[in-house]
């Protein structure tokens, strides 16, 4: 175990400017160089890049050794002094190809995002995408394995929207997303780097548009093309499209179908709304095409080792912590292989209650030994192999019998379903339980085999238990397991279901509520189908869920002869059962 950092080393690389002995590096993609007469550093930039590089000798050969480091996200260019020497160079000159992706992604922006979030995230991903590889290709840097990870990874997100209806794990995967493409900018490999990375693109949502602006107006009266020639012939396509389109959608009906399923709504009073989405999609592509030529280096941010304890003050707490945990696991292992009955008698309380109440404490009992893992690690003695061995021998086992606790937790959570049912907060909470231990795991793994991939490992399954929770569609498994406890408790006579509940699920939950019998299925479903009755947007706004909700209410409709004072009465039937 102490093998984990609690620190982060700056890297810094050592260049030369033009006029001085060695000659400069070659202008490639991915070479770090980009020193173009266009962007060429100031002078003052130029002293404080050579005093920043009498620092780096100063510390001795750690920041060399680093430059061919495999972990190494992105190929950075030479450090400035501002922003503690966080920041890269200033950028290279905006490249028309970037400022085409820009561009595009304002287009798309206005066109698709109005009518809602689904497939149009993923196609507004790619001209972004775009814009930010040519402005990363100008500043001379080369994507590594784990950029194109968090690009990936952050794609992959996009799709959840896509196909759930639920805007819960929908608005749960996009910001995973946007974590994921910010960190894929920045790089880095530290813990600095992964807590900072994610929101690092906002630093350039001001100085990424003032950017793009100094390019395009460099572009405006230079010789790489005229601007207003550019809005002349972007003036004189959108005429021609205009008018021989509704020429053609006149003269065949089919084919005026088509153009109205694929062109987006463009009205007149939604005018203001789709310039806001225009203004928006800009500013957000001129920010990620910035961050990707001008990123922060989050990975040299110095955080101060902690003091290290003598073995009696550090181990002790921690031993006697471990045997706590230990007599409470033991407690845990009788009950689970079938004491259960006679804990309830001991206690007075019901098979509900007992569950309910010893879930949310253990929870609080993962995080908090977490949280005691950091602060052991930080004050951790570190004289010797002995003290080595102490470290990994107390936390391994401390980490191992939380392990326990973690089941204990997920089966208390597993009962109170069984007793009232599962909810969006039941199986949320359950599932960042299941994150926590497999974090616990990886800081198990990390003791053995070195810490250097725990954060972004750690980063990763945060992401990939996002995508996994968007995608296994949790409205339709709440339905499908309260469905199932319907059915069960049916065959007892009692048929226990949470009608009101039921309602308030989205559009993915419409397949497993359709097995119900009626009258409570057309009562369980009656709102959903008035929800989806009441708009009927774009292919590019209607994510699968949805369509395939539409197709089964189309097929078998919610019956008329159902009422909402029958749907009160069974309702209130079942809240006394």
């Known amino acids: 175990m102490s093998d984990i950092p609690s620190t982060s080393e700056p890297r810094e690389r050592e260049t030369t400017r033009p006029g001085d002995d060695e000659p400069d590096a070659p202008e490639s993609f991915g070479s770090g160089g980009n020193r173009g007469p266009e962007d060429a550093v100031p002078e003052s930039e130029s002293r404080s890049a050579a005093r920043s590089v009498a620092r780096s000798s100063a510390k001795g050969d750690a920041a060399e050794d680093d430059e061919d480091d495999e972990d190494a996200d992105w190929d950075q260019p030479l450090p400035v002094p501002w922003l503690a020497d966080l920041q890269v160079t200033a950028p290279a000159p905006v490249r028309t190809a970037t400022l085409w992706a820009v561009l595009a992604t304002g287009l798309l922006s206005m066109l698709l995002l109005g009518d809602g979030l689904a497939l149009n995230l993923v196609l507004l991903a790619i001209p972004a995408a775009l814009a930010a590889y040519f402005a990363a290709q100008a500043a001379g840097r080369r994507p590594r394995a784990w950029a194109l990870v968090w690009g990936l990874g952050g794609i992959a997100l996009l799709f959840v929207p896509a196909l759930r209806d639920a805007g819960w794990p929908s608005f749960l995967a996009v910001a995973a997303a946007v974590a994921l493409g910010s960190m894929a900018l920045h790089g880095g490999r530290t813990w600095p780097a992964v807590l900072l990375g994610p929101i690092g693109v906002l630093n350039s949502l ?68 789709r310039l806001l989405l225009l203004l928006l999609g800009l ?5 990620v095409a910035h961050t990707a030529a001008a990123p922060v280096q989050w990975d ?18 921690l031993i006697v912590l471990t045997a706590l945990f230990a007599a409470f696991n033991a407690v845990q292992l009788a009950v689970l292989f079938g004491g259960y009955d006679a804990v309830l008698e001991k206690t007075g309380q019901t098979y509900a209650e007992y569950a309910r109440q010893g879930f949310w404490q253990l929870l609080l009992v993962t995080l908090l030994t977490l949280l005691v893992i950091v602060f052991a690690l930080r004050w951790a003695p570190r004289d010797g192999g002995g003290d080595r061995k ?36 039941r199986v949320s ?44 569609s949790p409205d339709g498994l709440i339905a499908e397991r309260n469905v199932q406890r319907y059915e069960d408790t049916s065959k007892e006579g009692v048929g226990k279901f949470d009608l009101n509940y039921a309602q308030g699920l989205s559009a993915d939950a419409v397949p497993a509520l359709d097995a119900l019998e009626e009258p409570l299925r057309s009562c369980a479903l009656r709102s959903i189908a008035a929800d989806l009755e009441g708009g009927d ?12 909700a539409r197709d089964i209410l189309r097929d078998r409709p919610v019956s008329k002869d159902v009422d909402w004072s029958t749907c009160y009465e069974l309702s209130d039937d079942f809240m006394y059962r």
């Open 206 to 273: 001001v100085t990424g548009p003032a950017w793009g602006w100094r390019g395009l107006r460099e572009r405006s009266g230079g010789t790489r093309g005229n601007l207003g020639a550019v809005l002349r012939a972007l003036a004189v396509t959108a005429v021609l499209l205009l008018v021989f389109g509704a020429l053609f959608a006149g003269a065949d009906a089919a084919f005026a179908d088509l153009l109205g399923e694929l062109v987006p709504d463009t009205s007149v009073s939604g005018g203001p709304w």
């Open 283 to 287: 500013v957000g592509a001129l920010a």
């Open 300 to 317: 040299r941010v110095e955080v101060p080792a902690g003091r290290p304890r003598g073995r009696v003050e550090w181990a002790l707490p």
């Open 390 to 425: 102490l470290v990994r021998g107390v936390l391994g086992t401390l980490c191992a019998l939380t392990l326990v606790v973690v089941a204990s937790a997920v089966r208390r959570m597993d009962m109170y379903v069984d007793a009232y049912g599962l909810t969006r907060l």
């Open 429 to 472: 909470v359950v599932a960042v339980e299941l994150w926590l231990g497999l974090v616990i795991v990886l800081i198990m793994a990390a003791g053995v085999w070195g810490a250097r991939w725990l954060p972004r490992v750690v980063a990763a399954s945060a992401a990939a238990g996002v995508l996994a929770f968007g995608l296994v």
């Open 537 to 548: 947007a774009p292919w590019y706004a209607t994510s699968w869920g949805e369509a395939r």
